[in-house]
């Protein structure tokens, strides 16, 4: 049995967790720092190279951020990379593509045209690409035929950038971070523990208890739990977060046989569908071939391509009452949804599955046929999407539950990897607040904020 105190403890070895455990360790006083990792290594789930995109998302080719979105995402993707910079990981896990976000038709050009002037000003690299420009760029975008002899009928037009960082394998990151966090300062206490499952949080006077499904029990003054879909179960576990239920969102991708982009290619949001819309990856652990995704399907796992194991949970935490049924509800009366839904549920049906996604993924390569692609077994992974029972609304993005009394659940679907370090810098100022601990905040922007240019 193994009973051990520590100042800050977190739940979790993803890129969230491993980046608030690397700036408690570099960036503060704190003396005692534990992270606990259910599964055998660092990140084996959402954090994962083939669970997500792999993408950067600045906010600059994403046509669903607002403005004033974008400037936020802006500062947290800017972090990612000066921290890879910072440790020589360029051109090792972190590396450049071209990208764009791509507008076909009529409605779609005129949209990437105005999104282009709104945006210059905010992402000052950006350029307007005209077909002739993506002719030389993206020259599938362009063509029917794989021969390359006739146009696409539809008019396009897309923004993007040639020469800006794009791309991480976020798996190779998260254990980085980790290692990066170990070394900071050998006088400090920064313990990693494996196959620590937590099973109970709970609160002994100042303290919290934290007792893993294998016995081990560790006491924290203050607990972050960057569990993904677990945090809220562990949330509700402990009476926290009862307004809200959470959806599991599966993304499964389809990979290609060959090279079919030189870049990242994003097509523009449908505002109807709450999930991203389709766009197509260079894949960084698959020698370049194209991933074309993700696809959103409800699943009732916490967890995927880990067995059934939490079924129970899932269903525990999505938190059944005629408030979430109304949500549900208010989702699937609208046909663009309930379709969008149906289709990407026959997207995992084997024998019919290629020949539906080909016919999405034509819009961004017109001459990609159903033997171009195949199901990428064992990519993708779940999102939870946070249901708000007060509001009566499916919420996108991440949340974060905090009472002020020593304890944070975060859950951190898209973009949580790219904001992991301005996520872990917004909670350390609350630990530190709380623990009376100090937050060498200068060095912290000196090593991985971008200065603001007036």
Not at 65 to 75: P, Q, V
Not at 167 to 193: C, H, P, R
Not at 237 to 242: E, H, L, N, T, V
Not at 433 to 447: I, P, S, T, V
């Amino acid at each position: 049995m193994n009973e051990k105190h520590y100042e800050v403890l977190i739940v979790g070895g993803g890129i969230s967790g491993a980046a608030l455990f690397y700036e408690l360790a570099k960036y503060t006083n704190s003396k005692k720092i534990c992270m606990l990792e259910k599964y055998e290594a660092l990140a084996t789930l959402n954090s994962k190279g083939s669970s997500n995109s792999q993408t950067i998302h600045v906010g600059d080719i994403e046509t669903n951020y607002t403005l004033d979105k974008a400037k936020i995402t802006k500062r947290t993707a800017k972090m990612i990379e000066k921290f890879c910079l910072q440790y020589d990981l360029q051109d090792k896990i972190m590396f450049k593509h071209q990208k764009m976000a791509l507008g076909v038709g009529k409605e779609e050009v005129e949209f990437i045209t105005k999104r282009y002037n709104d945006f210059k000003e905010l992402f000052p690299y950006l350029e307007l690409w005209d077909k002739e420009t993506l002719r030389e760029l993206e020259p599938k975008l362009v063509y029917a035929d794989k021969e390359q002899t006739k146009d696409r009928p539809e008019p396009i037009i897309a923004m993007g950038a040639r020469d800006e960082y794009t791309t991480v394998d976020y798996g190779a990151m998260t254990e980085e971070l980790a290692k990066a966090g170990q070394n900071a300062d050998s006088s400090k206490v920064t313990d990693i523990f494996y196959n620590s499952e937590v099973e109970d949080i709970e609160k002994t006077g100042d303290m919290y208890k934290v007792t893993t499904t294998n016995g081990d029990v560790y006491t924290a003054d203050f607990v972050v739990v960057n569990a993904g879909a677990h945090s809220l179960y562990l949330a509700h576990k402990m009476g926290y977060g009862k307004h809200m239920g959470s959806l599991s969102m599966a993304g499964s991708f389809y990979i290609t046989s060959g090279e079919f982009l030189n870049g990242k290619v994003y097509m523009v949001q449908n505002d109807k569908l709450p999930f991203a819309a389709l766009h197509g990856d260079p894949d960084i652990l698959e020698d370049g071939k194209t991933r074309f995704g993700p696809t959103a399907l409800a699943l009732g796992v916490l967890e995927r391509y880990k067995g059934l194991k939490s079924v129970g949970q899932c269903i525990k935490t999505m938190n059944i009452d005629g408030s979430i049924i109304k949500i549900f509800w208010d989702l699937l009366k609208d046909s663009e949804i309930r379709n969008y839904v149906f289709k990407n549920f026959l997207f995992e049906v084997p024998g019919i599955n290629k020949g539906l996604f080909v016919k999405d993924a034509q819009k961004i390569v017109p001459s990609l046929t159903k033997d171009d692609i195949e199901y990428a077994k064992g990519f993708g992974g779940v999102r939870p999407q946070v249901l708000n029972k007060d509001e009566k609304k499916l919420m996108l993005g991440e949340a974060s539950l905090s009472e002020g009394n020593g304890i944070i659940f975060n859950m951190t679907p898209s973009p949580g990897a790219t904001s992991c370090l301005g996520n872990a810098q917004r909670d350390i100022k609350v630990v530190c607040d709380y623990l009376n601990l100090d937050f060498n905040e200068d060095q912290f922007n000196a090593d991985l904020v971008e200065e603001e240019i007036a």
